[in-house]
């Protein structure tokens, strides 16, 4: 059935992907509201645990990912499966919650819809097959990634973690975006990198100018693109991150003391390092 599936026309391709994407993107929205309090959670219990082990007072866990199911963020009036549909019920509701008129967040239809233009994008470049879904999955990972970053200022575990492991066994079975061997040395060099910028920096200025998360971002997408595009990941990024930057200043009259989240940037440039990195590089060194 899914050799069928893969011989359908393009458009049909295209368009399922759309609408997996957005599906998707739908649990990437529960995914970016609730896994922020859960690990804030996980880790005050896990403080006090170490700190004051004879007591056994514990607060109440937070929704996790699974359950309960969806819910208003303001009322915590359970969402119906038919307000539950992405983008449509966003927009029959004009984006407010049926019980409570309070206003939906545009994050919900706007992570959805990035989701649902990704996956048809990559799916219109590549052809449906094992790369394309690859790198579907691989946006599904940084999506999240990129919006708990800007929002929280930190980078999940169990996101960047996963989103290595996930690299290395596709890339040690497959071979599709790099060797097993360029793949390993990526995942090395990705966090040695700039632990060794953020150890140079905080011995010049005593301030720490990068998080851990940033390392573990960059070792995992070492591991999916190999170590030889970590230099073009790191340019696009710092370039991102510093137009960003200095609009952000502009914008809210702030200095430059204040942080800013590099993750984003990280994973849009390893976005694109993925799908045009290598050609680039090819370019460059073919014009030098």
Excluded at 234 to 257: C, P, Y
Aim: net charge negative; proline share 7%.
């Amino acid at each position: 059935m899914f050799d069928e599936f893969l011989t359908m026309a393009p458009v049909v391709h295209i368009s399922f992907a759309i609408i997996m994407g957005a599906i998707i993107g739908s649990f990437l929205n529960v995914v970016i509201q609730r896994l922020p309090p859960l690990l804030a959670w996980q880790w005050k219990e896990a403080c006090h645990q170490t700190l004051n082990p004879e007591q056994q007072v514990k607060t109440a866990a937070p929704p996790d990912l699974i359950r309960p199911r969806s819910q208003c963020p303001h009322c915590q009036e359970p969402i119906r499966f038919y307000d539950n549909i992405p983008l449509l019920s966003w927009m029959i509701l004009k984006g407010h919650c049926r019980h409570c008129d309070h206003p939906i967040s545009l994050r919900y239809p706007t992570v959805e819809v990035i989701t649902a233009l990704v996956w048809g994008f990559v799916v219109w470049k590549l052809g449906m097959g094992g790369p394309a879904i690859s790198i579907c999955l691989l946006s599904a990972f940084l999506i999240p990634l990129a919006a708990i970053d800007l929002e929280h200022q930190v980078l999940p575990d169990g996101l960047t973690l996963g989103l290595l492991w996930v690299g290395l066994l596709i890339n040690g079975s497959t071979g599709w975006f790099a060797s097993p061997v360029e793949a390993i040395w990526g995942a090395a060099l990705g966090y040695a990198i700039l632990w060794s910028i953020y150890q140079i920096f905080f011995l010049l200025t005593g301030k720490e100018g990068l998080g851990f998360g940033d390392f573990k971002l960059l070792a995992a997408l070492g591991a999916w693109v190999g170590w030889s595009l970590l230099p073009f990941i790191l340019f696009v990024a710092s370039i991102l991150g510093t137009v960003f930057a200095l609009l952000s200043m502009v914008k809210n009259n702030t200095g430059r003391d204040v942080p800013i989240a590099f993750g984003p940037y990280l994973a849009l440039a390893g976005w694109i390092a993925i799908l045009w990195g290598q050609s680039f590089m090819d370019w460059l060194f073919w014009t030098a």
